[in-house]
């Protein structure tokens, strides 16, 4: 293990221009469940019938009352972990630039990261499905729900649901980040959702080195991966900057 975070950290060194591919599994340790995997949430949901934009639409108050309502409180509490703390520290050593997240929680901004691409949208921000008004996550009353704009049309957060695109800025901002990167982090992903899980590919066939860190192997482990460091975001993120601050 530790031969293995010390090759890590010299091909950190070595590009100086690296970008981080995050999900779900980086915010594990602040108390937000996956989608997949032990304790994640399509154990008890379906996806389909809550995380589909066309469940929404046709019954908003389901949507928020099963999943949305307690997804924000939960988001509206969680704090960054080390790992998201550790993506802040290489940044600050000159080492990382860009973070891709497929999360919506917003904690590589709390934690201080300044450019973060957020891949499936964000919870912070909420848009009125009539008439596109914006409204932040500290101004949403949740007394009602579905919450409603003032126009009557039903709030939905800015999170790209199953059946709704990406938008182009973030899939063409990643493309770019991931094709000119030396060395792709890929943390805590099952790499499994389309496209974010084609950016450690694009990252491959341009020629950087791929390091993963999960506590499960990946279809992208072996495969595309050049590394791959099994453990929990926040305890491998500590040791490799324990790596990289000793050889500094
Ligand atoms: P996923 O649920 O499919 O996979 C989670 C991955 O994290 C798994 O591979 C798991 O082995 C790994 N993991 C578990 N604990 C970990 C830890 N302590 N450290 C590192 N890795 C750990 O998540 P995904 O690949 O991000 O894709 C699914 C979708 O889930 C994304 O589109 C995202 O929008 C959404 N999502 C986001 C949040 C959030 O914002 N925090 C939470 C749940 C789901
Ligand atoms: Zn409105």
Redesign the pocket.
Known sequence: MESLIGKVAENLLKHRNTVAL?????????G???????G???EKFDPMEYAHIDAFIKDPQKVWNVLLKG?KEL?DQ?VPND?HKGLVRLEHLGILQTVI?????G?HQKAGSSDVIE??GS?ARYRCMACSRCRCSEKMDLSCIPPRCDCGGVFKPE??FFGEMISTEQLLRSRQAAEGCGLMLV???????QP??FMPVIAKESGATVVE????P?WLTGNISDYFIR????D?MNRILAELERRM
């Open positions: 995050t999900g779900a599994g980086i915010s594990v340790e602040s937000i469940p996956p989608f997949r995997g032990k994640g949430l399509w997804m988001l969680a790992g997240t497929q999360n919506v929680d904690l891949f499936h919870f999170i790209v943390v805590g992903t099952s790499a499994t959702v974010a899980a860190i999960n506590p499960e990946t453990g929990a975001a926040g491998v």
